[in-house]
């Protein structure tokens, strides 16, 4: 499988952002799926993650509330809905699936397959 990550942008504290990941390839339904993303200096963090079948959705403190992470498997899609920005948000975001094991998987090095990034800036 191969992903591409798409949606990112600038936005306000406060506002809303939807990043779509869109797989291309073969049995995307059996794939694990990440979201990550990495501020300026800094390393590269778990946002999210979702089963195979996207009916259990795992996600790191600091967004649990104000971040949804879904998947549509007919369209090979994964997506990650953010709500109520704040500064500390900023940072490229990553999709990322995970073809060994179930969810959740909280380590980048438990993904194999990585799309390109898609930067978020939340700014005034």
């Known amino acids: 499988v191969q992903l591409q990550a798409s949606g990112g942008g600038l936005v306000q504290p406060g506002g809303s952002l939807r990043l779509s990941c869109a797989g291309s390839?073969?049995?995307?339904?059996?794939?694990?799926m990440g979201w990550f993303r990495q501020a300026p200096g800094k390393e590269r963090e778990i946002v999210s993650t979702?089963?195979?079948?996207?009916?259990?959705?795992y996600y790191a403190d600091s967004v649990k509330g104000r971040f949804t992470m879904s998947r549509d498997n007919d369209k090979n899609a994964a997506y990650l809905q953010m709500n109520s920005l704040k500064t500390d948000d900023t940072g490229v975001y990553f999709c990322?699936?995970?073809?060994?094991?179930?969810?959740?998987?909280?380590?980048?090095?438990?993904?194999?397959?990585w799309g390109q990034g898609t930067l978020v800036t939340v700014s005034s």
């Open positions: 990322a699936a995970a073809s060994q094991g179930v969810a959740p998987k909280w380590q980048a090095n438990d993904y194999d397959v």
């Open positions: 390839g073969r049995k995307f339904n059996t794939y694990v």
């Open positions: 979702i089963s195979w079948r996207g009916d259990r959705t």
